[in-house]
């Protein structure tokens, strides 16, 4: 079974710095893609970033832009998320999914598109 593990949340500062890991195992697969998702209280559940294992492509949301920088370790199925100059806003639980096949990461892939979720890991940005 396909199995996403998401850690690395926390509680910082507005301004620090946290780095997100999501470890995805068992599958064989080669082409999927992996996104961050976050959801705060009350709202709906918003793509934040995601990384394409085909082509290495990746997609930012634009209030991350600039801030937050997606990575990946194909030989390990490892993703991070290394989130930077955060923001009271960024407070979430952060979620990482997977999808099968190559995707055009031109284009946003909603939640409802992703095969695959792990559990969250709470990130609180406090000013």
């Known amino acids: 079974d396909v199995q996403l593990q998401a850690s690395g949340g926390g509680s910082v500062q507005t301004g620090g710095s946290l780095r997100l890991s999501c470890a995805a195992s068992?599958?064989?697969?080669?082409?999927?893609?992996i996104g961050w998702f976050r959801q705060a209280p009350g709202k709906e559940r918003e793509g934040v970033s995601a990384?394409?294992?085909?082509?290495?492509?990746?997609y930012y949301a634009d209030s991350v832009k600039g801030r937050f920088t997606i990575s990946s370790d194909s030989a390990k199925h490892m993703v991070y998320l290394q989130m930077n100059a955060l923001k009271p806003e960024d407070t979430a639980i952060y979620f990482c999914?997977?999808?099968?096949?190559?995707?055009?990461?031109?284009?946003?892939?909603?939640?409802?598109?992703?095969?695959?979720w792990g559990q969250g890991t709470q990130v609180t940005v406090s000013s």
């Open positions: 068992g599958f064989t697969f080669d082409d999927y893609v």
């Open positions: 990384i394409s294992r085909a082509d290495g492509s990746t």
């Open positions: 999914a997977l999808v099968r096949g190559s995707w055009n990461l031109l284009d946003y892939i909603p939640p409802y598109a992703y095969d695959y």
